[in-house]
């Protein structure tokens, strides 16, 4: 999949999700997610536990 097609997929990813993680990625491994969260400290907590593993995060809900 080129990064274009990639983009494509994370701009679609983030609809599907309106409050939640929905992808991460590391080096050269991305992994579409599907992470609702009721709450701010349940968004930041999932976010946290993955950058803990070295992943950025793309998630909704929050301040950018």
């Known amino acids: 999949m080129s990064r274009k097609e990639y983009q494509g997929m994370l701009e679609l ?3 599907q ?3 939640g993680v929905y992808a991460v990625e ?3 491994y991305a992994e579409m ?3 609702r969260c009721s709450s ?3 968004l930041k907590s999932l ?3 993955f950058r803990a593993q070295g992943f950025k ?3 909704n809900g929050k301040d950018k």
């Open 13 to 15: 990813a983030s609809e």
């Open 17 to 19: 999700v309106p409050f």
């Open 26 to 28: 590391k080096a050269d």
């Open 33 to 35: 997610r599907h992470d």
């Open 40 to 42: 701010m400290t349940q």
């Open 47 to 49: 976010i946290r536990q």
């Open 57 to 59: 995060v793309y998630a």
